[in-house]
């Protein structure tokens, strides 16, 4: 079945990530390190990186999901600059309650380091998803 995120996430497309695997409670998201992603200073910019964080987090979180997840809180760590390409984000569920959704989500650059870390909690509402 395709992701719900995959087919409707018009940024995730602007950007240029793929969702290499999304299955309930894990995903993986991958983004290539272009011109266009890079800040000022020539690394991953820190809003492409959340971006591809929140994009995993939704991929998971959703995945297999008959009614809609939505963001209930953010908070991200940037540990070092991402250098490399591509960015790839692991989004692992750590509680997956009855309407609020934990995932602790990891990003690195494409030599392996670990760039950020994220974690982020989703609201399970009635709003059905139509794939």
Not at 45 to 58: E, W
């Amino acid at each position: 079945m395709e992701n719900y995120v995959e087919k409707h996430d018009k940024l995730m497309r602007y950007l240029g990530m793929s969702i290499d695997i999304a299955r309930q409670g894990y995903a993986k998201v991958s983004m290539p390190l272009s011109e266009n992603i890079k800040n000022g200073m020539g690394v991953a910019h820190g809003g492409a990186i959340f971006s591809l964080a929140d994009v995993a987090f939704g991929a998971a979180v959703n995945a297999e999901a008959e009614n809609c997840v939505v963001s209930l809180f953010t908070t991200i760590e940037f540990l070092r600059p991402g250098k490399t390409g591509p960015l790839t984000a692991e989004a692992n569920v750590t509680r997956a309650g009855q309407h609020v959704q934990s995932y602790d989500v990891k990003v690195f650059d494409g030599s392996g380091e670990l760039v950020a870390k994220c974690m982020a909690s989703g609201f399970q509402t009635d709003i059905p998803l139509s794939q």
